[in-house]
């Protein structure tokens, strides 16, 4: 893997921070693509997941100003939606409740759904042929792919993780993966290693104590 991008938190409100950083960000450029997108986002709970990993992502980018906001924005927007073209049985099935389930052929397949459906979509919403080379080439292998292959391709892998860390991904993650929220919180706190980024990690990791302290994981 290649090593995380560095970064040195300070303790205890970072989260805090990337909000209010976030609160200040005028996305309405991306607007567009939302609406385009909707039909793909009616299926696996994205329309929940997208838009809390759509959000990540913008604080996350308060971080990096040196990475490309439209690309990383419209990856993470896009990234799921060929979930859309799968049946919900098969995806909970294959992808998240069979051995190992980041290899598995349904996990390969909405990637390249992904693709076919997100050209399309940034076509219709005036966004010129790079930008869409370089959406689809983070959408496709997202999941499978071992390694990120530049700054953004981190950034979009990092903001996928963690919507899981707070109460809404939890909630829906107990869901997938046939779990209570105690279990659910311990698999997230296994994946932290498998965070790009120094400053992912961190946000993570204060969204998981919280998370651990509203659902009561201490004592349920």
Known sequence: MQQS????????????????????????????????????LRARKNDVHIPLSFDWCVRLLGHFPQ?????????????????????????IAEGFRSENILQSDVRYRHEAEG??????????????AATIAQVC????????????????????????????????????????????PAQNCQRNENILPKFETDAGRAMATQALAETRRALKVHVL
């Not at 005028?26 to 909707?38: I, T």
């Not at 690309?71 to 049985?89: E, K, R, S, V």
């Open 137 to 180: 080439e983070i959408i496709d292998g997202h999941d499978t792919r071992p390694d990120p292959r530049h700054l953004n391709d981190r950034i979009v892998r990092d903001s996928d993780k963690l919507w899981r860390y707070e109460v809404a991904g939890a909630a829906i993650g107990c869901d997938w993966f046939g779990e209570t």
């Open 115 to 128: 693709v076919r459906l997100a050209a399309p979509v940034l076509q219709s919403t005036g966004w010129d």
């Open 67 to 91: 990475a490309n906001r439209d690309t990383c924005l419209l990856a993470i927007l896009l990234h799921d939606i060929g979930w859309w073209a799968i049946d919900m049985d098969t995806i």
């Open 5 to 40: 991008v560095r970064f040195q938190p300070e303790s205890g409100r970072l989260n805090e921070r990337s909000k209010a950083f976030a609160m200040t960000q005028d996305l309405s450029r991306y607007d567009p693509v939302w609406r385009a997108a909707e039909p793909y």
